[in-house]
């Protein structure tokens, strides 16, 4: 576990994350239920709690540029497991995106991967996972990393050639202009 050099603290980051999320953050007493239930924390620079508790002290830099954020996967475990009703998952959704909105990515490719999936979601319902891959290799440089795995996930029919549309895909896409009117509404 990272030690935490503490800066002044930052109020409006932390009124920003309580009004994005809808959660009281002044709630968490740091019982570490959430952490303890936490399927990712192996993965994590900081537990769980203890990125409740750097919320708190109003850390952004610390916490938008945590791997914790990132590494997320957004099972609600946590959630469930807080005593005091805090849906801790929505937190780390909403620190998430402001992460990634100020440019603090804290996990190398983790935006370029995020919009690549996003992109083949907007376009075809869902991910596509061979075009998400080529894109997501292309933006980041990373052309050689895991490439070993393809041919057989290739011969197993894991990775379709082709992108496969769903039916609802309108649905989808009012979902991404959705929300893009209410960030524009926001600003
Ligand atoms: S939602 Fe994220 S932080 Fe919460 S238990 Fe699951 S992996 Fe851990
Ligand atoms: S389970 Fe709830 S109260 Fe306990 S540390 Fe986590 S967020 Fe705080």
Known sequence: M??????????????????????????CYQC???????????AYDYPVSRIMRLIQLGQKKTVLSSRAVWMCASCEACSTHCPNDIEVARVLDVC???????????????????????????WYGRSHELGLMAVYKMRSLRLLDDVELAPGMLLKGKLPLLPHRIKGRDEVAGIFRRYAEGRGRKK
């Open 96 to 122: 998430r995106h402001l992460s990634r909105r100020e440019g603090y990515a804290g996990v190398r490719g983790a935006r370029i991967f995020t919009d690549a999936f996003l992109q083949s979601v907007r």
């Open 2 to 27: 990272e030690c935490v050099q503490l800066d002044r603290g930052d109020a409006g980051f932390i009124r920003l994350v309580e009004e994005e999320s809808g959660q009281k953050l002044s709630r």
């Open 32 to 42: 570490g239920n959430c952490s303890a239930g936490c399927p990712m924390s192996f």
